[in-house]
């Protein structure tokens, strides 16, 4: 199993999406995608909906939430 970094798929950039944690080269914020994951979206369906995204992003997403929760971290504000 690869070790994914959520770094290496999700930033935050003040020019888009208002700064909200989005994965790179989209504008699709992580919010978006943990509230489709967690009201149990099957991860094809999120994946077809979104072809920019791929199961490293999802797994991606699900571990920066972890971070954020563990250690309360944040992005500075836009």
């Known amino acids: 199993m690869t070790m994914i970094h959520w770094q ?3 930033s935050s950039e003040p020019d888009v999406m208002f700064g909200k944690p989005c994965f790179k080269g989209t504008r699709i914020p ?3 995608i943990l509230e ?3 009201f149990g979206r099957p991860m094809e369906e ?3 909906g979104y ?3 791929t199961r490293d992003s999802l ?3 699900q571990l920066y939430a972890l971070d954020a929760v ?3 971290i944040f992005f500075p504000e836009a």
Do not use: F, G, S, T
């Open 8 to 10: 290496d798929h999700i």
């Open 30 to 32: 992580v919010e978006l």
């Open 36 to 38: 489709k994951i967690a």
């Open 46 to 48: 999120i994946l077809d």
């Open 51 to 53: 072809p920019k995204l």
């Open 59 to 61: 797994q991606a997403a």
């Open 70 to 72: 563990r250690n309360d």
